[in-house]
């Protein structure tokens, strides 16, 4: 049973698997995603702002 569900995910794409598994991200995990960018950026760590910031494009 559990390999048919696990080929199942495979078979769907990503915009079927958001629709079933309730749709998109939810804000307070978009907010979050900000807040640690502006810690990166208040650090000065440029390379980590980057990359939470190519995560909220990718998911908000």
């Given at each position: 049973m559990?390999k048919s569900?696990?080929n199942?995910?495979?078979?769907?794409?990503?915009?079927?698997?958001?629709?079933?598994n309730?749709?998109?991200?939810?804000?307070r995990?978009?907010?979050r995603?900000?807040?640690?960018?502006?810690?990166?950026l208040?650090?000065?760590?440029?390379?980590?702002?980057?990359?939470?910031?190519?995560t909220y494009?990718?998911?908000?």
């Amino acid at each position: 049973m559990k390999k048919s569900i696990l080929n199942l995910g495979k078979a769907l794409n990503k915009l079927e698997q958001t629709e079933i598994n309730g749709g998109g991200p939810s804000g307070r995990r978009c907010d979050r995603l900000l807040r640690r960018a502006d810690r990166y950026l208040d650090n000065g760590n440029l390379n980590g702002a980057d990359r939470v910031l190519d995560t909220y494009d990718r998911i908000c």
